[in-house]
Every structure is written in C-alpha cells, then in structure tokens.
C-alpha cells in the first residue's frame, strides 16, 4: 500500500516484476531492471530498481533516484527553441522559393543559361533547406505530444496504391531505372490509423528504398495480414546499398544517415530525421516497424499496423 501511494498508477507493474523475480530468481538475467520517469511534487526523477540476487536466491532490490528536473527543463526549453527558430524560417524559406521560381519564369526578363543554373541551385537549397525545416517541426510537434491523430477505418489498398503511385512518379520523374513490384494479399481488413499520417511513414520508407537503390534494381511492396491476425503487415523492399550490422542500432536515431556507408548516402540529400518521425508516428498507432537487411543486397522495412475495430472506437 505504502508503494502504491507513492508511487501511484506505476507501482502495480513495479510489485508484478518483483513478485515474479521473487517466484522464479533462477530466470533473473543481468540486464534486468525497471526504469521509470515519476513526477514528485515539483521534481522530476529517474527512478531504476534492479535485483539483487545471490546464487539462485532473491535477496531484494537496489533502487538508485536520480533528480533530473534540470535535464527535462534543459530538453524542453530546447525544443521549444527549435520550434520558434523552425517557425520563423518557414517565411523567408518560402519567399526565397517562390521568387527563385518566378525568375526561372522569366517574370523579371529572360535570363541567360549560367544565371538560370545559379538560380536552380538557389531553388534546390531553398527546397533542402525547407524539408529540413519541416522535419524539425515535425520532431518539436511529437516531443510536445501535439501531434493531432484522427483515427478512421483505412483500406490498405489506398495505402499501398498511393505508395506506389508516389514511387512510380519519382521513377518517371527522375529517370531512374527500378522494376517495381507489388504484392497485397486480396480482402485485407482496414487499419485503424490517421490516412495522412500512414501516408507520410509509408511514402519515407518507399522514399529511402528508392533513393539507396542504384539503377537496375528492384523495389517490391508487399502488404499480408500478421500472423495472429491482429494487424496488418506493410513492407518496402529494395535491392539497395543495405546496412551494416554494426550500425543497425542507430538507423532510427535522430539525425543519422551514416554517410560514410556509401556515395549514395552521400549524393542524396536528407536530414537524418525521416526514420525517427516515422518510428514515433508508427508508435502513435499503437503499431511495430522493425527492418531485415544485408549489405550490398538490401533491405526489408516492414511495418506492422493493428486492424480496425468497430467495436472498440468510441462514441
């Protein structure tokens, strides 16, 4: 009881462990602990228990509170900077686009071949500069939990066929010579999921296939029901550059792109924030992303998004 009321809601899990470490210590591994952010009054602390065991005997607990009141208030007031700085930004960003635009129209007079190149490199690093722009609001709005979702029955038809019209138009856009395959099990159910937030994960990933694959390679998008028949499973597979074992940790980290893996890496422009916000926003559906991949042959990212359910959506 004194547990409960100090720590509230999370000491029910808290007792649940314990009790089980206490039955069965032999299952004990090293890396067995519980690790918890507890608001106490005006302060914000860490709190991490781990077992203390002695052969195959449960003698207790170690409990170490750490104050991080400053960490949290230093991380808040960083994100909040870069929202204001990202917001302010935005206006020059999309002045300097558009009269970049204009004069490759010719509205100020024609122009001759090296200023229309000065000019397309200006737009370029406009438009690089926008996206990343966008990406850090992104990033501010999931930190702040201001990420607006409306939940709906989505077919995973329109998915997949808006994915692969997204792919089939940068192909023709750009040139690029990949087959693209597509493979959807027939009478999928609808997900329960934001259709402009499952858009946005799914056209990332079939971005990033696209953009590592080098000519002559194979995307192919596949969508099956998960083996328990709880969700559904999209994927985007490519024949690309791959990734390495040693850096597979970090591919959902912020601001990684590993450009020392290869020219390509390097050739396309991106800010490492892509498979963060898609991560988060695939959290935010209650949903699982995880990627198979082997280096110089590929890799798979799939993405697993529970069905919807009538029954469950309130009124």
């Given at each position: 009881m004194e547990l409960a009321?100090?720590?509230?809601?999370?000491s029910a899990g808290w007792l649940?462990?314990?009790?089980?470490?206490?039955?069965?210590p032999t299952h004990i591994e090293g890396s067995d602990f519980i690790e918890v952010i507890l608001e106490l009054d005006l302060r914000v602390v860490s709190v991490r228990l781990s077992p203390v065991i002695m052969g195959d005997q449960f003698l207790g607990t170690v409990s170490v509170f750490r104050d991080i009141t400053k960490m949290v208030?230093?991380?808040r007031l960083k994100t909040e900077f870069v929202a204001t700085v990202s917001h302010e930004l935005r206006t020059p960003m999309t002045s300097i686009k558009g009269y970049a635009d204009l004069l490759l129209l010719g509205a100020a007079g024609e122009i001759s071949e090296a200023q229309q190149?000065?000019?397309e490199t200006i737009k370029q690093n406009a438009d690089r500069l926008s996206h990343l722009v966008n990406d850090l609001l992104e990033v501010s709005r999931i930190d702040q939990d201001r990420v607006p979702m409306r939940f709906a029955a989505v077919?995973?038809?329109?998915?997949?066929?808006s994915l692969q019209e997204h792919i089939r138009g940068r192909i023709e856009d750009e040139n690029k010579l990949l087959e693209l395959h597509v493979e959807v099990?027939?009478?999928?159910?609808?997900?329960?999921?934001?259709?402009?937030?499952?858009?946005?994960?799914m056209h990332n990933l079939g971005d990033n296939a696209f953009n590592y694959t080098y000519d002559g390679g194979r995307l192919t998008l596949r969508a099956r029901l998960d083996g328990d028949k709880h969700g559904v499973v999209m994927q985007v597979q490519d024949t690309g550059i791959g990734i390495p074992p040693e850096v597979g940790d970090r591919i959902f980290e912020r601001f990684f792109r590993g450009d020392e893996l290869d020219?390509?890496?390097l050739d396309t422009p991106g800010?490492?924030?892509?498979?963060?916000?898609?991560?988060?926003l695939v959290e935010m559906h209650n949903g699982s992303i995880w990627f198979e991949s082997e280096l110089g042959v590929g890799s798979t990212f799939s993405v697993c998004i529970p069905i919807y359910q009538p029954e469950e959506e309130q009124v």
């Open positions: 009321g100090f720590y509230g809601g999370t649940e462990t314990i009790e089980r470490w206490t039955s069965d208030e230093v991380d190149r000065f000019l077919p995973v038809q329109d998915i997949m066929g099990e027939p009478d999928l159910p609808d997900l329960r999921a934001d259709f402009d937030r499952i858009i946005q994960i020219d390509l890496v800010t490492g924030l892509g498979l963060s916000i898609v991560k988060s």
